[in-house]
């Protein structure tokens, strides 16, 4: 099995290289998927959440209002790094046992390939094999977040809490440009397809 992380910054298309690497193939896991389940009603998650939190991130009832929690982590540094430090232990804990599913269940040189937008800023660059990339010029990205109806204050908190794509860069062993349109981005995941596929053969 080749375990491949996907990371870019909020908007520059990480989501969009996913879905085509799925298409071709690979097994897409998706750790805002698994933070969404992790907090979902009655989980360990949402329990150290509310325990850590209070009533400002509560809805009537007891479950996380994940809209109320962004507000405030991405208001809040502090709070931003309390909330990493809950959830990002369990996510990866997660992530290992799905992985290992799905290493018992597929051939062995499946290709699974992990969206997750804080790989480098997490510190679980180590959880991978190998780690691609997706960058776009900013004001592109703060265009397509403006076209998606966020305010201008989220989408600097957002971009702030994120490091910087030449920061990344030298990181990644892959760097797709997606500060072009679709058919480019096809492209270029169809490269790195290719330099995967190559790479789980050779084990």
Do not use: C
């Not at 909020?10 to 992790?38: H, M, N, P, T, Y």
């Not at 430090?85 to 269940?105: S, W």
């Amino acid at each position: 099995m080749l375990h491949a992380g996907l990371t870019g910054g909020v908007g520059s298309g990480k989501s969009l290289a996913a879905a085509e690497f799925a298409r071709l193939g690979a097994v897409v896991l998706d750790a805002d998927k698994i933070a969404r389940e992790l907090l979902s009603k009655g989980t360990s998650g949402a329990r150290l959440v509310a325990a850590t939190f209070g009533a400002p991130v509560l809805v009537p009832g007891g479950e996380v209002d994940r809209a109320a929690l962004a507000r405030l982590v991405f208001s809040d540094d502090a709070s931003r790094r309390r909330l990493d430090g809950l959830l990002h232990p369990l996510i990866v804990a997660r992530r290992r046992e799905l992985l290992e599913q799905i290493k018992r269940t597929s051939p062995p040189d499946v290709i699974v390939v992990t969206e997750a937008a804080l790989i480098f800023e997490a510190g679980t660059r180590g959880e991978f094999d190998r780690v691609i990339l997706v960058t776009a010029p900013e004001a592109v990205r703060r265009a397509r977040l403006a076209a998606r109806g966020w305010g201008a204050a989220e989408i600097e908190a957002r971009i702030r809490s994120q490091w910087d794509d030449d920061r990344k860069r030298p990181l990644a062993d892959y760097v797709i440009d997606n500060g072009g349109g679709t058919e480019e981005l096809k492209v270029q995941v169809s490269k790195v397809w290719a330099a995967l596929k190559e790479r789980a053969k050779r084990g």
